[in-house]
């Protein structure tokens, strides 16, 4: 590069000010409002370039928040395609093909119609046992909720020597006593031994108050980052001392625990609902 094409540096430009004053003033007028728009572009284009600065800087961090935005939804589209594969289910309508011969056409529609997708999206799944019934109908948002308390009608059901054997709420009576308070006016129950436990007490008026125990169990999900992206895995102890190290299709926080709660379901369903995690990185 000559000396001709590289950028002129304050000092310089700042010595071609002063020598404007020795020119003929036919000429010093124009000069300096040549120099001075000159100024002018410089002084410009110094503001420009720390805005652009600092908008990368802000860039960079939504960057990072929209590529695990992304990496997610195609992790959730290729659990979606698995379960029309595996499955046959779309909500939006009947295969245009039978599961496991061809795979089906799928246009926009049967995206925006399908509410497996829709709940895969919300990082929920379908449980891998049934929920309870509250008067006949499936109770899912009592398992899938948070820390609750539910006005119910509830019974205890005794054998002959007053000893509980399980209990019948909101004519649901496949609820198993886990333990009983003292003076039996309070009980520990779970639904056919699945999911997670609750507190029953029994109110005057003969109704009663279920309210959903806090997880007494607590488990840690191991984070790292690889190539711009998020990765999270389950420590899980097995009964022989070892551990058990489960990859979680999720690329955020969020999904990650979601997608441990569905794990666990699948494989500890009597744990369900009980277990606390934690994160950590690795």
């Not at 029309?84 to 909500?91: A, N, R, T």
Request: hydrophobic share 40%.
């Amino acid at each position: 590069m000559s000396q001709l094409d590289q950028p002129l540096d304050a000092d310089e430009l700042m010595i071609l000010a002063g020598r404007v004053e020795q020119l003929p003033a036919s000429d010093a007028e124009w000069v300096n409002r040549l120099l001075q728009e000159l100024l002018r572009a410089r002084m410009h284009e110094a503001e420009l370039m720390a805005g652009q600065s600092e908008r990368s800087l802000q860039a960079g961090q939504g960057d990072i928040e929209f590529g695990e935005q992304m990496a997610q939804v195609a992790l959730d589209t290729a659990e979606w395609l698995k379960t029309l594969w595996d499955v046959g289910y779309m909500g939006a309508g009947n295969f245009r093909s039978q599961p496991r011969s061809a795979f089906p056409a799928i246009d926009l529609e049967d995206v925006r119609k399908s509410s497996l997708f829709a709940r895969i999206r919300q990082g929920k799944h379908a449980l891998p046992f049934p929920p309870p019934t509250r008067q006949g109908l499936p109770w899912h948002e009592l398992l899938e909720g948070g820390v609750q308390t539910h006005l119910v009608s509830a019974e205890i059901v005794r054998d002959e020597t007053d000893l509980a054997l399980g209990a019948i709420i909101e004519g649901c009576s496949e609820w198993q006593i886990v333990e009983e308070s003292a003076d039996n006016r309070e009980c520990v129950v779970q639904h056919q031994g699945k999911g997670p436990r609750f507190r029953l007490r029994q109110l005057d008026g003969g109704s009663a108050q279920l309210s959903r125990e806090l997880p007494c169990l607590t488990r840690q999900i191991h984070l790292q980052g690889r190539g711009g992206f998020n990765s999270y895995t389950l420590e899980w102890p097995q009964d022989d001392g070892s551990m058990q190290f489960v990859a979680l299709r999720a690329a955020t926080w969020e999904r990650a625990q979601l997608e441990a709660e569905h794990w666990l379901a699948t494989s500890h369903p009597e744990l369900y609902g009980q277990v606390r995690f934690e994160g950590t990185e690795s």
